[in-house]
């Protein structure tokens, strides 16, 4: 759990982090790391690095096999604590608190920010650490075609696209399309502004038509920019007094998809649905698809959008692929 792996982490030195940067490296080219090759990354001596590995293992940060040699891989908990250190020493965030959500492909935690410029209140946000490696087949199975052999590093790979793909189409919507802003991202996790109010579907609005104009307005903006979000539902809008965000965007697709047409049909009629079940607000599901449709840019506009962000995915996956990790062991201090 990763609850623990806070606790865990304000207790990792230097030293460790560059035992889990090691194995992170290693495993680029082993299943499993073979201990001999860790003493190469971390030029630790053979008793401290022996000593640390235990406790690394023993804090469910790394696993350990025996057979047919000793060696070591890198667990989804090891790999949050070198992002969350990476976050902490590029000052991305200043504090970290509660875990505040849990989904199918993600863990969730409140964290802090310093202002801009060192002026002004501290900035809540929240940092998502991606999971879809570990539990979505078939993006793993995607992901697999750009890692060729490498499949032993598939689910950090699933993990790290998702997170870029979120933190890029984040950067490209915001401030155009109400978004949570993006703050940075390292690995399989981003940092973003924490959204205001809260989950739709846990809200009782007192003005429902009013909200449900707002999310398709923003719907139609998203759209306008050659951009479905393709999981559009109760879950992923968050309300305020100020208005609504959209949350949750890895699985976006382009206007030009082949399964456009259905995935913006899916999107809007989830939250139709939602609002007549909710408070009993009728509106009519093909006028709508067409209004929306009709704010759409021109084929030849989304296919040059596609296009690009494609290449920006490409690039990254190819990043993903030659970099592996980074290379930064530095430990980092963490305040609560
Ligand atoms: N920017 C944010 N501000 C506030 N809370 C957030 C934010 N992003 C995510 N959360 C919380 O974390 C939960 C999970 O986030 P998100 O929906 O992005 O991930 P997910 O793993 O894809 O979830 P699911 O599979 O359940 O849809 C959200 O339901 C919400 O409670
Ligand atoms: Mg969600």
Known sequence: MISDVLKVFRGLSNKDFRILTGIEMGMKHFEWVPVEDMNKYTKLPVDKLAYRLKKLVGNKLVVRTFQPYEGYQIYFEGYDALALNTFVKRKTITAIGDEIGVGKESVVFEAIKEPELAIGDPIPVIIKFHREGRTSFKQVKRTREHIGDREHFSWIYAARLAAQREFDILSTLYPKVSVPRPVGHNRHAIVMELAKGSVLVKTKLLNPEWYLDEIIRQVKLTYSLGIIHADLSEYNIFVSEDGIELIDWPQYIS??????????????????????????????????????????????????????????????????????????????????
């Not at 009519?284 to 929306?292: A, F, T, V, Y």
């Not at 692929?321 to 062991?329: L, P, R, V």
């Open 255 to 336: 206007t030009i998809h082949p399964n456009a047409d259905e995935l913006l049909k899916r999107d809007v009629s989830n939250v139709l649905t939602h609002f007549d079940r909710k408070y009993g607000v009728k509106r009519d599901l093909e006028e709508l698809l067409r209004e929306i449709k009709a704010a759409g840019v021109t084929a030849e506009e989304a296919a040059e959008e596609a296009a690009e962000t494609e290449t920006e995915t490409e690039i990254a996956s190819k990043e993903i692929a030659e970099t592996g990790a980074e290379s930064e062991a530095e430990g980092a201090n963490i305040i609560r």
